[in-house]
Each structure stands twice: as C-alpha cells, then as structure tokens.
C-alpha cells in the first residue's frame, strides 16, 4: 500500500565525474580567451607605455588633464606642466595616452658614426 515500487537507477554514464567537468573546463578556457588574456594584454602595453614616458612628451591623465612631462622622477611620479609656469605632480599610472611622444635624444657618439 503505502511501498512505492523500487527503480533501477542507471549505472552511470560513460565518462563518469570527468564527463561533468568538462562543460566547466570549456566555460574557463573561454572565459580566458576571451576576457582575461586580452586585459592581461592592455594592462602590458599600458605599463610598457608608463615606462617609456620622457621629457617633453604630451600626454593625458585618466582625470583628463593634458600636458608635457617636465621632469620623469624615479618615485612613479612626473612632473607635468599643463599651463606655462604651472607644474603638477601626477602618479605615472595615471597617464591615459601620449599624445606627442618626442624623439630621443641623439648623443654626439651617434652623430659621429652617422657622419662616416
């Protein structure tokens, strides 16, 4: 009366716990491909970016301000004139873009061996 009558449960599909992960690998290996790479990329380019900042380059802080680099200090922070005679201080992981990034300096040395 009140006894359900008893199934077979299946034995278990082929592939067993290994074939349940898998949609979770494949999830992840995209997820990668697509959103995580790509950001580790910009975050490269930018550091590389902050890295190769010199005197005399214009450039734009993530707060919008433009302005030429006066002075690179060895603490991540630049020294920025954004008006004549008006100096700022900004952390160099600020800086957006380069908007006119100035040719380097050539050494006598260079010029010399240019000359031959």
């Not at 997820?31 to 970016?49: C, G, S, T, V």
């Not at 707060?63 to 991540?76: L, R």
């Amino acid at each position: 009366m009140f006894v359900s009558p008893a199934y077979a449960q299946a034995a278990g599909a082929p592939g067993g716990a290994l074939g349940s992960f898998i949609p979770l690998i494949l999830i992840f290996a995209i997820m990668y491909f697509l959103m995580i790479r790509p950001q580790q990329q910009k975050i490269k380019q930018h550091r590389a970016m902050v890295d190769a900042l010199r005197k005399g380059d214009q450039i734009v802080t993530s707060g919008g301000i433009i302005g030429k680099v006066t002075k690179v200090g060895s603490d991540n922070e630049i020294e920025v004139e954004i008006a004549t005679g008006v100096k700022v201080r900004v952390v160099q992981h600020t800086v957006q873009t380069v908007l006119n990034k100035t040719e380097p300096a050539k050494s006598a040395k260079a010029e010399k061996t240019v000359k031959k």
